[in-house]
């Protein structure tokens, strides 16, 4: 449960709208426990940056040419990693409830975003905006979508 709260928290982070903004940091700051986790999940991961959050350390790094975010808990523990992905790599269900009950225009799209938890699970963020206000889904693996709310899970 506590995994999935988590993962909920991470995936409003990176939807823009987090709780708390993480800081930027740099290696020195960062635990000796998490360092470790990382360079063994990430050996050939370049470009490092780091910000800490109260509940989470997130990497965001570059492994074979991809954008990448790596995110710990404090006890260097992999919570999940997470990618920006084409929005024609979502599951073909959610590309057609999405075209369908969220058509362009009025909404475009801002984001797309694979997350994968640490025991393999990969669901999909999306952003889109109409006007001023933004709305965040949350899309399974197997396609289903459903409008992401802080605390619902």
């Known amino acids: 449960m506590k995994k999935l709260i988590i993962a909920a928290f991470i995936a409003v982070a ?19 426990r998490v360092l470790n986790s990382f360079k063994a999940d990430f050996a050939d991961a370049e470009n490092v940056s780091w910000k800490i959050d109260k509940d989470f350390v997130k990497a965001s790094f570059i492994l074979e040419n991809e954008k990448m975010e790596a995110f710990y808990n404090n006890d260097g523990e992999l919570i999940a990693t997470s990618k920006a992905i084409a929005f024609d790599k979502l599951p073909k269900k959610a590309l057609k409830t999405i075209t369908t009950k969220y058509p362009f225009p009025p909404y475009s799209l801002e984001e797309c975003i694979e997350l994968t938890n ?36």
Do not use: H, R
């Open 14 to 32: 990176i939807t823009g709208s987090a709780f708390a903004k993480p800081t930027e940091t740099t290696t020195e700051t960062v635990s000796y």
């Open 118 to 153: 640490a025991d393999g699970v990969t669901n999909y963020y999306v952003n889109l905006k109409k006007g001023s206000e933004k709305l965040p889904l949350e899309i399974t693996k197997t396609g289903d979508v459903s409008e992401f709310k802080k605390g619902s899970k």
